[in-house]
Nanobody, 131 residues
Framework: QVQLVESGGGLAQPGGSLRLSCAAS????????MAWARQPPGKGLEWVSG????????YYLDSVEGRFTISRDNAKNTLYLQMNSLKPEDTALYYC????????????????????????WGQGTQVTVSS
């Protein structure tokens, strides 16, 4: 069965860095776009970043552009999120997610923000940014 297991969360100081990982299994990882989403305390889930299946195209929420970098290693079936220059407002539970459809890059670009278009989610890893 499909499994997504996040790791790498923790406590960081403002301006610090963390690297999240998501180990995927149970499906052909290289066939699917993937994404990271987060849920801040008391707020709803929001899409953060997405990556096309071969890693050639990446997309970011405006508030993390230039600070976060999404990447993937298809040989290791692993998705990453490098988070630099962390801010207190980045505090959230971070999830990785698998895009439901095997589709073309333009379709993914248009639908990357749609959380209902992702069919499997990990259990989440907590990121807390505080001094």
């Amino acid at each position: 069965q499909v499994q997504l297991v996040e790791s790498g969360g923790g406590l960081a100081q403002p301006g610090g860095s963390l690297r999240l990982s998501c180990a995927a299994s149970g499906f052909t990882f290289s066939n699917y776009a993937m994404a990271w989403a987060r849920q801040p305390p008391g707020k709803g889930l929001e899409w953060v970043s997405g990556i096309w299946r071969d890693g050639s195209k990446t997309y970011y929420l405006d508030s993390v552009e230039g600070r976060f970098t999404i990447s993937r290693d298809n040989a290791k079936n692993t998705l990453y999120l490098q988070m630099n220059s962390l801010k207190p407002e980045d505090t959230a539970l971070y999830y990785c997610a698998k895009f439901a459809a095997i589709t073309d890059a333009n379709w993914y670009r248009r639908h990357r923000h749609d959380l209902s278009a992702y069919d499997y989610w990990g259990q989440g890893t907590q990121v807390t940014v505080s001094s």
